[in-house]
């Protein structure tokens, strides 16, 4: 009689071992990309979801001051003070860190860099896409995923859907493609009319086809890289309310701030008094710090 084929002392046979890899191999296969996909698809929701919360502080800031904010608030010699993000924080549950704001000065003033900075802001995560890795710059700044239509938000503008013929097709608020700015940095808009998914310096997202738009009237919806062009000339609004180049035009680059320039230092005056003395980002000027 031939010899039984031998058993291994835990059961299992060297085929069978074999087998059972490759069934977890494919079951993995199978599972991995379910799990992925739903975890994406409850990403989009949150986006969705965010961008409507912003839909209503936007409409919410209309009803109190019959305007939307200001693209971005800069005085005559054209400095940067601060831009429409900022004055929603009230209508996003974010009122105590919107009192530590100081509208008298750059929203980079060293009386500002750690309010801008602080990773716990109460305001950033309206602004950080769930998509997307990576919510800071280097110099600890929160990334905005998000930006602004540049026909509704840009140099001290004043705009209002009353003045709109249809608010249903008029873009506020999508992704990013990419260059992101910091929250609170005045230059948060782009033009639509670049494309979807095509410019980096447009809108669009890089992880996703699918743009959540949010719309004059409040609603999101959803486009595609490839959406027409008529369409997204028409979500820019009419010609005549475009506003001028000069007052859409951006730095090619927001710079980092320069932390090696906004140094503390404790001057022990009287003995048991320390007074902290920080140096401004461009390093040419010291004032009191906090």
Known sequence: MPDEPSIPANGLSRTGVITIVVMIAVILAIVVPAINHA????????????????GMALHNYHDNFTLFPPGGVFNADDVAYHEWTTFLAPYLDASPWYNGVDFSRPWNDPEHVDLFRDPNQQQSHWWTNPS????????????????????????????????????????????????????????????????????PKGFGCAVRSVIQCLMGDGAVRELGQSTDQKLLTAMAGPLEQQPTNELVARPQQIPLLDISAIWDVDLDISGDRVVVVRRSPDGKTVKRGR
């Open 39 to 54: 975890r994406e698809s409850a990403r989009r929701v949150q986006t969705r979801n965010q961008l409507k919360m912003i």
């Open 132 to 199: 997307i890795g990576q919510p800071f710059r280097p110099d600890g700044l929160v990334f905005n995923h998000y930006a602004g239509s540049q026909s509704v938000f840009y140099r001290n503008s004043s705009v209002s859907p009353k003045d709109w013929s249809g608010t249903s097709d008029r873009l506020l608020v999508t992704d990013a493609l990419g260059e992101f700015i910091p929250v609170g940095c005045p230059y948060g808009w782009r033009d639509v009319t670049l494309g979807l998914g095509s410019e």
